[in-house]
């Protein structure tokens, strides 16, 4: 099942915070996030594991809900290099499959 | 981090004719790799699962015939798209597992194809 994300579109000025959301219908084995620039591929943001776990690196963050079915990536003090199209992704412990949520599109103005 | 190659990195081709596609792991191997196809607009979809030394995984609704994928090494995976039409036009991209027990996947640059 594809996750499902929250807002579907972000328009933020320089400086402000941004919280994207992603719910799935049952149980994930891991959140990975990714940041897509047009025409360019996803970049690889942070994947979380365990249910409680919490991650971050300089300002983006991502929680992973303790029954491991929803996700939240937090940015904050948004730079213009923030913009892009945001994903969350449902990993498989077996396959190692990736299902992309629909994306969040986010939009930083000077 | 890890690296992770596609050539060519556009194609345009007239309906009808085959485009072959390569995604190369260039710093580590790769057992797995996935092909992944991108409309304008919409997200990443999962086309299917490439394992080397086997045959390929496809997801449901990707005809296996159309979408040839061959995983011939440990750094190398072919997607060939035959007998292309436009509708086929899109954004391809690959990614594999580094192996570096964090399940994390690189993506390559992607391939953007173009059907006349």
């Keep these: 099942q594809q996750p499902v994300q929250s807002p579907q579109a972000v328009i933020l000025r320089e400086g402000e915070d941004a919280v994207i959301n992603c719910s799935s219908s049952k149980a994930l084995y891991s959140v990975h996030w990714y940041r897509q620039k047009h025409g360019e591929a996803p970049v690889f943001l942070m994947i979380l594991l365990k249910g409680g776990e919490q991650k971050g690196h300089e300002k983006i963050s991502a929680s992973f809900n303790e029954k491991k079915q929803q996700s939240s990536l937090y940015l904050t003090a948004s730079q213009l290099s923030y913009s892009g199209t945001y994903f969350c992704v449902a990993g498989s412990s077996n396959t190692g499959k990736l299902i992309f949520g629909q994306g969040t599109t986010l939009q930083v103005k000077p | ?116």
């Design chain 2, 1 to 116: 981090g890890a690296v992770v190659s596609q050539h060519p990195s556009w194609v345009i081709c007239k309906s009808g004719t085959s485009v072959k596609i390569e995604c190369r792991s260039l710093d580590f191997q790769a057992t797995t790799m996935f092909w992944y196809r991108q409309f304008p607009k919409q997200s990443l979809m999962l086309m299917a699962t490439s394992n080397e030394g086997s045959k390929a995984t496809y997801e449901q609704g990707v005809e296996k015939d159309k979408f040839l994928i061959n995983h011939a090494s440990l750094t190398l995976s072919t997607l060939t798209v035959t007998s292309a039409h436009p509708e086929d036009s899109s954004f391809y991209i690959c990614s594999a597992n580094s192996g570096s027990g964090a399940d994390t996947q690189y993506f390559g640059p992607g391939t953007r194809l173009t059907v006349l």
